[in-house]
């Protein structure tokens, strides 16, 4: 496949035509089949008979072939003719997004009669009737819809790849976000478990502080009741004597 830039060459000779009898007067010119982004075109001019221009343009991509034209004040939709070799082919023409621009859907039964005719003119682009030749428009035309079914393929596949290249973008965005977010759910988890570890340990520090509050208290309370048991059996002979305090040694008391 042919790169965009190549330009496949045709002849196409173009003039004013007043009648068959003004054929010897067409003068050549050279137009060139042209690749743009998606399709190809072909530059023509067409002439009237008082010299006035009016130039026009073959495009294709391949599969179909249009007239493109500037004509002010047309519908947003027409149905035109065109003559080829004095007889009519009427063919649908829109007007595009460009102001002033339209496109001619050219039929297959016109663009046969185009491959196979001597005299293009159309009545309504210009004040006059413009017309010009037709001869080589059959290899013209053939090579028009090539270059514009390579163009067409060509543009597919960088489209093709541009979006294998987004989606693998896209996959690695979504990837490296699932992996950020299972990083994140996994340091929430450490976060939360060294939380727990440090409640459970000031719960377990807290509850041994009570314990050894708690046995201090027992052994206070202990302690007091056996200095009070002694205290009574000593300063107190009306009373029995109390039992023995399990935390202080006694020495028993022996009178001489």
Request: some cysteine.
């Amino acid at each position: 496949m042919p790169p965009l830039g190549v330009r496949v060459l045709v002849t196409l000779v173009g003039a004013a035509v007043a009648g068959p009898s003004a054929a010897a007067s067409l003068e050549a010119s050279a137009w060139a089949i042209i690749p743009e982004e998606a399709q190809c075109h072909a530059d023509l001019e067409l002439i009237a008979r008082s010299g006035t221009v009016a130039p026009v343009t073959l495009i294709s991509d391949g599969d179909r072939v249009s007239l493109r034209f500037a004509r002010e004040e047309l519908p947003s939709q027409a149905f035109l003719p065109i003559r080829i070799d004095q007889k009519p082919f009427s063919n649908l023409v829109q007007r595009t997004g460009d102001e002033g621009l339209a496109l001619m859907g050219l039929s297959n039964e016109t663009l046969a009669a185009m491959r196979h005719g001597k005299t293009l003119q159309i009545a309504w682009l210009a004040d006059e009737a413009v017309s010009g030749s037709l001869a080589g428009a059959s290899q013209g035309l053939a090579d028009l819809r090539t270059c514009g079914a390579q163009v067409l393929a060509q543009r597919k596949a960088r489209d093709a790849e541009m979006e294998a290249r987004r989606a693998k973008v896209e996959a690695d965005l979504r990837a490296r976000a699932v992996a950020d977010e299972q990083i994140a759910a996994a340091k929430a988890v450490r976060q939360r478990a060294a939380a727990e570890t440090e409640e459970l340990a000031a719960q377990a520090a807290q509850q041994r502080a009570m314990a050894d509050a708690e046995r201090q208290r027992e052994y206070s309370d202990e302690r007091q009741r056996a200095v009070a048991a002694r205290n009574y059996y000593y300063y107190d002979d009306r009373r029995s004597p109390p039992p023995p305090d399990p935390y202080v040694y006694y020495r028993p008391y022996y009178p001489r």
